[in-house]
C-alpha cells in the first residue's frame, strides 16, 4: 500500500468516525461523540446532563443537540438515577399522565430517530408518538412483537423478548434495526403539524424508561450508524 493510500484511508476513517474490528463483526467508537451525527432536532441524553430531577422525580429535560428545542415535562415523571438494565445510566418512567413532549418540533421533519429505553413488559409499549390526534408519527411495540415505526409500518421483531432494553434505530424510510438487527424498512413520514411525545402518554399503553433520544431531519450515512450503534451500546448496553 502507497503511502498516499493509507493517508487517505486514515482521513476516511476520521471523518466517517468508525474502525472496523475485523473478525468481530462490529465498529470502534474510537474518536466518535454523538454529535458527529449531523441533522440533529433533538438530543435527549441522560449521560450528557439531559435530565435534570429531585429526588426521584424528573423536574426537567435539557436538548443537547444544539438545535434548541423545548422539552417539557408533564406531570410527575419517575427518575432513575442508575437504571440496572440500562448499564447503570439515569432513565426517567413516563405513563399516561406523565411525560416529556417536544411541542414545538416539526414531526415531518423527523426522518429519523434514535432511541433506548426499557420496555417493562409485554403490553403495548411506545417510544414516542404525536403529541396530538393528528396524523400518526410513532414508534411501538405491540404485544404480539411487532414494531410500528414512524406511519403505520407493522415489522416482525424476530428472535428478541417482548420486555427488555431496546436499542431502536429508526429512518423514515429506511432501515429500522432494533438491538442490532435489521427488522424491515419504514415508509415516508406525512404527519403535518408539531409536537412528540417521548415515551408515553397514551392511556392503556405500557410506560417505557428511556435513557436516550436523538431525532434528525436526515437519515445517517450506513459508517455512522454503524458508530452509533456502537457507542449506544457502550453507553447504555
Avoid at 427518575?79 to 411541542?103: H, I, K, Q
Avoid at 403529541?131 to 407493522?154: E, K, L
Wanted: proline share 5%; glycine share 12%; with cysteine.
Amino acid at each position: 500500500m502507497t503511502t498516499d493510500r493509507r493517508l487517505y484511508d486514515m482521513d476516511l476513517g476520521r471523518r466517517d468516525h468508525t474502525r472496523w474490528l475485523g473478525s468481530s463483526g462490529r465498529y470502534s467508537t474510537q474518536g466518535f461523540a454523538y454529535s458527529d451525527i449531523p441533522n440533529q432536532l433533538l438530543r435527549i441524553n441522560s449521560l450528557e446532563g439531559s435530565l435534570a430531577f429531585s429526588g426521584a422525580v424528573l423536574t426537567g429535560v435539557t436538548d443537547v443537540s444544539g438545535a434548541g428545542e423545548t422539552v417539557t415535562v408533564t406531570g410527575s415523571p419517575v427518575y432513575t438515577a442508575s437504571d440496572a438494565d440500562l448499564n447503570g445510566a439515569p432513565s426517567f418512567t413516563a405513563s399516561s399522565g406523565n411525560y416529556v413532549t417536544s411541542p414545538n418540533l416539526v414531526r415531518n421533519d423527523v426522518v429519523f430517530v434514535a432511541m433506548v429505553a426499557y420496555r417493562i413488559n409485554t403490553d403495548t409499549s411506545y417510544l414516542w408518538r404525536q403529541s396530538d390526534g393528528g396524523s400518526p408519527h410513532r414508534g411501538f411495540f405491540s404485544s404480539s412483537n411487532t414494531m410500528a415505526a414512524g406511519v403505520n409500518s407493522t415489522l416482525v421483531v424476530a428472535g428478541e423478548p417482548l420486555a427488555g432494553r431496546k436499542r431502536v434505530l429508526a429512518g423514515m424510510p429506511g432501515s429500522v434495526m432494533v438491538n442490532g438487527v435489521t427488522i424491515g424498512a419504514a415508509v415516508s413520514i406525512t404527519a403535518p403539524g408539531n409536537g412528540i411525545v417521548w415515551g408515553s402518554n397514551s392511556i392503556g399503553s405500557v410506560p417505557m424508561r428511556p435513557a436516550f433520544v436523538m431525532a434528525c431531519s436526515s437519515v445517517p450515512s450506513a459508517p455512522l450508524l454503524a458508530a452509533l450503534e456502537a457507542k449506544l451500546i457502550t453507553d447504555f448496553g
